[in-house]
């Protein structure tokens, strides 16, 4: 079985230590989902990405700039919630 939602995500991280994270969610469901919200984690520290609704089959791709935190070895990305 396939997965219904599949999450990805990249990080850049831009000269004076700005970092913008692209979260990209496709839903592979048979059903359309109402509402999505991803979470990056960066240690002790987490920021929301909501990714909103998607029809089925629909790819949705949001961007955003991290507010200034302390360098991470490594970002987590997951699934917070979604609603069908």
Same mark, same amino acid.
């Given at each position: 079985?396939?997965?219904?939602?599949?999450?990805?995500?990249?990080? *850049? %991280?831009?000269?004076?230590?700005? !970092?913008?994270?692209?979260?990209? @969610?496709?839903?592979?469901?048979?059903?359309?989902? $109402?509402?999505?919200? *991803? =979470?990056?984690t960066?240690?002790?520290?987490?920021?929301?990405?909501?990714?909103?609704? @998607?029809d !089925?089959?629909?790819?949705? $791709? =949001?961007? %955003?700039?991290?507010?200034?935190?302390?360098?991470?070895?490594?970002?987590?990305?997951? @699934? =917070?919630r979604?609603?069908?």
């Open positions: 079985a396939k997965p219904f939602l599949d999450l990805d995500a990249t990080f *850049a %991280r831009y000269p004076g230590g700005r !970092v913008e994270v692209t979260v990209e @969610l496709a839903n592979r469901g048979p059903r359309e989902v $109402v509402s999505s919200t *991803a =979470e990056v960066c240690g002790e520290r987490s920021w929301h990405v909501d990714l909103g609704a @998607l !089925v089959d629909e790819v949705r $791709v =949001e961007s %955003r700039r991290l507010p200034r935190h302390e360098p991470c070895e490594a970002y987590r990305i997951q @699934l =917070e979604a609603t069908w």
